[in-house]
């Protein structure tokens, strides 16, 4: 073990600062090296948008301190760049049902009190979608919800949001960052009691007149009202006992559905997910106790969010009677068409926002229905900014949706972020519009297919965890970039993207043109059969994914043609380490 490593450790457990108890779970790992390594061998990096982790004590782990730390740098950026004018803004602050989401949200809240900035706090849990449309509606400076998002139970997590109600970009992002990097010692963080936040008025509960606001908000994106059978169409839902509860059941039973069976093993708030400890809608083993609902209760689909619900998966039963799982590209494609084939008055400039990992299908689709189409890097939040850049006029186009592959959309610009609740709302009346026609979900989507192409799409995520897992994934990510060869699993290679160069290739002319988008570690190579790979690391857990587009004949060949793609690159990547 390093000296600097055991040096932070004993600072901890020596620390006035650190509360005894948290001292007592150091003290426990005093003979375990290899533990004391993982958690203080570096700082839990504050990256460009917030910083998630595994809850404990230590440097390299989630928990009061580092929370305070962050929110400290927040401040600091805050009274910086806005002002005593930011400060009277303040910031508005939500969390989920994670293990110590409450005691990371009021600590947030009492540090920025402890600075002078006004802190708006929800009473009780709330969705990050609803945190973005707070910001907007109530015209703080900044955002802050505690989240891990979909990681396992272990994890909890700090995103921070901007004015505008996205997620920080630059130049708020790198300098937030900055500033969270210069708190290098505990006693520079300001920290005053609830109490005394109270009293000074720094400190603002946040009541339920802002959920109506947000739920009739959410309302307004219905596209087809009156649906024959609406209020009979039977629907399953589980927030994974997160946070959608409250608000998905509100806004389908105001929308007309009355069929709406929730599972009650999921319905309530609990951190511990003791039904689905990787409450992730990506993964079909969610929705086990969901299709029995079903099956008892005689209902077609299946929806389910993640804890902090702007993430949504579905399971549908097909005319065969086998559950299937629509993954993140088609939920996709079927609401990006719904919407195209029926919203009216759709304008001419009207522009549909992807990212660079999610599926080239929506391109031809996008031709056909004469619109325009942006991508992004990974993450909702450049998204977000498109949207902005929309209404501010700094690009021509007119939103109308928004989605990226690991099942994240937002209809509607009243957030700046990816919705599960309007995303619910939307793909129950898509789902009950196609019933009452004698059609269904996945009808739509061979329809779809037929017109435009088998395309499949499939991802790879690998875990490499500690220092070590770093390494491994710098190395592999390395030897990509590094790819000197003019094939790649027997294919000619027509162009590769290093999106960290901000440079593409043309692989057949040797022509070189630049990406406009921010540098990002991301390597893309697309071959001569229209086979897209990606391959980047996570930016929220210790894992590199790898990304996969095909284009088959038909289902069968396409599915099969993924399979062996995935299956070489794998190979692969496995003899580079």
């Not at 804890?307 to 993954?327: C, F, L, M, Q, S």
């Not at 001419?348 to 942006?374: Q, R």
């Not at 619910?424 to 519009?433: G, N, P, S």
Request: glycine share 8%.
């Amino acid at each position: 073990m390093e000296k600097i490593v055991k040096e932070k450790y004993l600072e901890w457990l020596e620390s006035d600062y650190i509360d005894e108890k948290d001292k007592e779970e150091l003290k426990s790992i005093e003979n375990n090296e290899k533990e004391i390594e993982d958690r203080f061998y570096t700082n839990l990096s504050f990256g460009t948008g917030g910083m998630r982790g595994v809850r404990g004590v230590g440097t390299n782990r989630i928990n009061k301190y580092m929370i305070r730390k962050a929110t400290q740098g927040l401040s600091n950026y805050i009274e910086k760049v806005s002002g005593e004018e930011g400060k009277k803004k303040g910031v508005a602050i939500a969390y989920d049902c994670r293990i110590g989401s409450v005691e990371f949200a009021l600590n947030s809240a009492l540090v920025l009190a402890g600075n002078g900035i006004k802190a708006y706090l929800f009473k009780s849990l709330r969705s990050t979608p609803e945190l973005s449309f707070a910001v907007r509606e109530l015209g703080t400076e900044a955002g802050i919800v505690v989240t891990a998002s979909h990681n396992p139970q272990e994890y909890n997590g700090y995103k921070v949001y901007w004015k505008d109600g996205g997620q920080i970009i630059e130049p708020q992002a790198s300098g937030i960052v900055n500033e969270v990097n210069k708190v290098e010692n505990f006693n520079e963080i300001k920290f005053i009691s609830e109490e005394e936040a109270l009293e000074k008025g720094l400190l603002e509960y946040i009541d339920e007149t802002l959920d109506t606001k947000y739920i009739e908000a959410v309302k307004e994106q219905i596209i087809r009202k009156d649906i024959p059978g609406k209020k009979d169409f039977k629907i399953v839902y589980s927030p994974l006992h997160g946070t959608g509860r409250r608000p998905v059941q509100r806004v389908l039973k105001e929308a007309g559905f009355e069929s709406v069976y929730t599972v009650k093993a999921q319905e309530m708030p609990d951190g511990n997910f003791p039904t689905c400890s990787y409450a992730n809608p990506e993964d079909p083993a969610v929705f086990k106790l969901g299709i029995e609902l079903a099956e008892e209760v005689g209902a077609k689909i299946c929806m389910a969010n993640d804890p902090d619900a702007d993430r949504i998966g579905i399971a549908i039963k097909n005319n065969e009677g086998t559950w299937i799982y629509p993954n993140g590209n088609q939920m996709g494609l079927l609401l990006m068409n719904y919407i195209l084939e029926n919203k009216k008055d759709i304008p001419t400039n009207g522009s549909v926002i992807s990212t660079i990992v999610s599926t080239p299908m929506l391109d031809p689709i996008a031709k056909e229905k004469n619109i325009k189409v942006f991508r992004t890097l990974t993450g909702f939040k450049f998204i977000g900014e498109k949207i902005r850049e929309f209404e501010e006029k700094k690009l021509d186009g007119t939103y109308l949706f928004g989605f990226e592959e690991s099942y994240g959309y937002l209809i509607g610009t009243h957030a700046r972020d990816k919705d599960a609740v309007v995303s619910t709302l939307i793909i129950a009346e898509m789902a009950a519009y196609y019933d009452s026609i004698g059609s269904s979900i996945d009808e739509e989507l061979k329809k779809i297919y037929d017109k435009y192409g088998w395309y499949k799409e499939g991802i790879i995520a690998v875990t490499k965890k500690g220092k070590s897992g770093v390494e491994e994934i710098e190395k592999i990510m390395t030897s990509l970039k590094n790819h000197r060869e003019k094939t790649l699993l027997g294919k000619n290679i027509l162009r590769i993207k290093d999106f960290e160069q901000s440079l593409e290739k043309n692989i057949l002319t040797g022509e070189e043109s630049v990406i406009n988008l921010p540098k990002s570690n991301v390597i893309q190579f697309i071959l001569e059969d229209g086979t897209y790979i990606t391959g980047r690391p996570s930016g929220t857990e210790p894992k590199i994914k790898y990304y996969f587009c095909i284009i088959g004949k038909n289902s069968e060949d396409a599915e099969k043609k993924l399979k062996n793609t995935m299956e070489k690159f794998e190979n692969l990547v496995d003899s580079l380490v």
